[in-house]
């Protein structure tokens, strides 16, 4: 089996909220740049409206502060001193930073408190809502834990299969045919696997080799100039596994389908089968095949249950006919007259 070869839970620092990702968001760093280094460990952002009510427990430490409009009009409702005592006590916790939305410009003094305690302030002239979507967006992207794999990804009939065995037993040729069938490539090699929200495992392909597959005797090829544009995918989730081996003689390879297999990815369970190699199996659409019936399970129908029901059924049903056949041919005992 191809191992991980990798598996990272990456961090994401205050200073990339500032990169070109999040550019369109028009962040403005305004006070604490000594704080830009801060870690965010929660892709979900936070807006801390009990905070400024005075109730701070469920203030998160290294996450993303919102401060919008409604914010700001309930520290108006309140005394300057109540209000001043409220901004110190927020900006005493342990946050990644602040972000002031809807063009608003931040109370002197947040500024001064989130300068003195090195807590980055910034500012937007977008409202709360797109800011907290797009930050939320980019956040599960860059803190989503990844596997790098050794194997090829593709959309094969609507379904993402990730194709796995050791280096030079076909992987790469399989694809092709694949590709030549019409069916899509995401990633050849190295597949950077993603585990978002839901469990949902998302695959691409790793920098300067994507969209290109190295076949042995012929080198690298780009496969989008070979076969167009619409060959390929920038991403695709992964939902299906076939593992592919050589063929040993004398082995025992599954020939119902009764067992069910399951690859762990980043803690995630996916549907896996067992695929021998061998000279002469047309192995493109021996994969279709799987693919089609892997969709057939999803929807509820395992054909090697069903004929496994069908058997069971036949059987019991013979059996019961064959005991009424015995019971009927005993004799019977003759009553006795009183």
Known sequence: MSPLREETNPQVRVSDLLSPALA????????????????????????????????????RPHRVQI??????????????????????????????????????TPPSNLRRLCSKRNVPLFTTPRLTGSVIESLTAFLE??????????????????????????????????ALALVQRGHRLVADDLVVIKRFPADVLIGSSSGLVRH?????????????????????????????????????????????????????????????????VA???????LVEIAVRNQILKNRGFHAAREMAARVQA???QKTLAAQNAQASSKPRRKRRKP
Not at 25 to 50: F, H, N, S, T
Request: charged share 20%; aromatic share 6%.
């Open 24 to 59: 369109h968001i028009g962040l403005k760093l305004v006070a604490g740049e000594g704080g830009v280094g801060r870690i965010i460990e929660w892709p979900r952002v936070q807006k801390p409206g009990l905070a400024m009510a005075g109730f701070l427990p469920y203030v």
């Open 67 to 104: 401060l919008g409009e409604s914010e700001f009009t309930y520290l108006a409702t309140l005394t300057a001193s109540v209000a001043r005592k409220r901004i110190e006590a927020f900006t005493s916790l342990e946050m990644s930073c602040v972000i002031v939305t809807k063009g608003i």
């Open 141 to 174: 992207e860059s803190l989503a834990p990844r596997a790098t794999v050794h194997g090829v990804l593709l959309e094969v009939g609507g379904l993402g299969t990730l194709l796995l065995g050791d280096s030079g037993v076909g992987k790469s040729e399989c």
């Open 212 to 276: 290109h597959m190295e076949l042995r005797g012929l080198g690298i090829v780009n496969v989008p100039m070979l076969f167009g544009v619409t060959a390929v995918l920038e991403r695709h989730s992964v939902e299906f596994v076939i593992h592919l081996t050589n063929w040993i003689e004398g082995h025992e390879y599954d020939r119902l389908g009764l067992d069910e297999e399951t690859e762990t990815i980043l803690g995630v369970g996916i549907p896996k089968i067992t695929m021998p």
């Open 279 to 285: 000279t002469g199996r047309d192995l493109a659409m």
């Open 314 to 316: 036949e059987i019991a």
